[in-house]
């Protein structure tokens, strides 16, 4: 087991009355507690940042670790529903290979070490505080890569925020291009109940990964379940785009669209993911919701041949 790495929880949202405010926050201090041991164990598994940074925004305060120091547009990570940077720990190898500069960000309004400050009530809202946060680290461009619901946020930077986006990578990304399907909702719903016992909490997210026996003997897996479990999101639900609003998407957008996943039909996806002018569509077959942990030197592979296609 990794060592943990001490980390610093800038002014961390605790208890009920956030939610009165529509502001995400851990349920109480014990949640933190659960929370803080295995995101800091999670981190001792990453390799050591060579920048830490805590960028304000309109929304709150953005925690974004750089790693590598490459010329170049940059690639900004973005984690899926109730995840953090730890979640790339099996990518970051291949994606800094060759020098390009990447930024693993902790979701705003997610379990992390971000911290809203204000409501987020629409995907503008959600797609502002990107924006903001990649003028924050001053960065005129970037390619932005997201997993899931971090997906979804990419493509909303892309409709809504345009203007400093390079390119946009989505790892079957949920509620994207077609609805989420009735695992993923039973997933999501079941394994934010406080009482629920681990076994069934870790049963329910190894649906998400193709059916592994113990999401729970991953540090990534048990850090997604604490972030369940622990924290409370109060944000609206991501809302499907319209196909005008991807029809429009004019940046250059790879999607891999995982053939095993439950979040949604993957070849209704793939199918409305070609609608995007200019788009390029993969499924992979052998693939799950998990397609970042299982295909991560492919995935590098894939990411890199395509960001030297667009800059």
């Known amino acids: 087991m990794s060592e943990s790495r001490k980390v610093s929880f800038p002014d961390a949202r605790i208890g009920p009355e956030w939610g009165r405010r529509r502001i995400g926050a851990f349920r109480d201090a014990a949640a933190f507690e659960r929370f803080a041991a295995v995101y800091e164990e999670a981190m001792g598994a990453l390799p050591e940042p060579d920048e830490q940074r805590t960028v304000p ?46 930024y693993a960000v902790d979701g705003l309004g997610e379990p992390g070490c971000s911290a809203q400050s204000a409501p987020l009530t629409s995907a503008a809202d959600q797609a502002a505080w990107v924006d903001e946060m990649l003028a924050g680290l001053r960065l005129p461009s970037a390619h932005l890569l997201g997993v899931s619901i971090g997906g979804w946020l990419a493509l909303q930077v892309a409709i809504h925020r345009p203007a400093r986006i390079a390119s946009v990578t989505v790892l079957d990304p949920a509620n994207s291009f077609a609805r989420l399907g009735w695992k993923m909702l039973v997933v999501s719903l079941g394994s934010v109940i406080p009482g629920m016992p681990e076994k069934l909490r870790h049963r329910l997210l190894g649906w998400i990964s193709g059916g592994i026996d113990d999401v729970g003997d991953h540090v990534e897996g048990r850090l997604i379940a604490s972030g369940m479990r622990d924290f409370r999101t109060r944000f609206p639900a991501p809302a499907l785009p319209g196909d005008d609003e991807l029809r429009a998407i004019g940046v250059p957008v790879l999607a891999l669209i995982a053939g095993r996943s439950i979040a949604h039909d993957p070849e209704k996806a793939a199918a409305r993911a070609r609608t995007v002018p200019g788009g390029t569509v993969e499924v992979w077959p052998d693939a799950s919701h998990a397609i970042n942990g299982e295909f991560p030197e492919r995935i590098a592979e894939r990411v890199a041949e395509f960001l030297g296609t667009v800059g």
């Open 57 to 102: 925004t309109a929304f709150g305060t953005v925690r974004v670790h750089r790693f590598g120091t490459g010329e170049g547009v940059p690639l900004v990570l973005m984690p899926g529903r109730g995840s953090c940077t730890p979640l790339w720990r099996t990518n970051l190898a291949g994606l800094t290979r060759g020098g390009r500069t990447v």
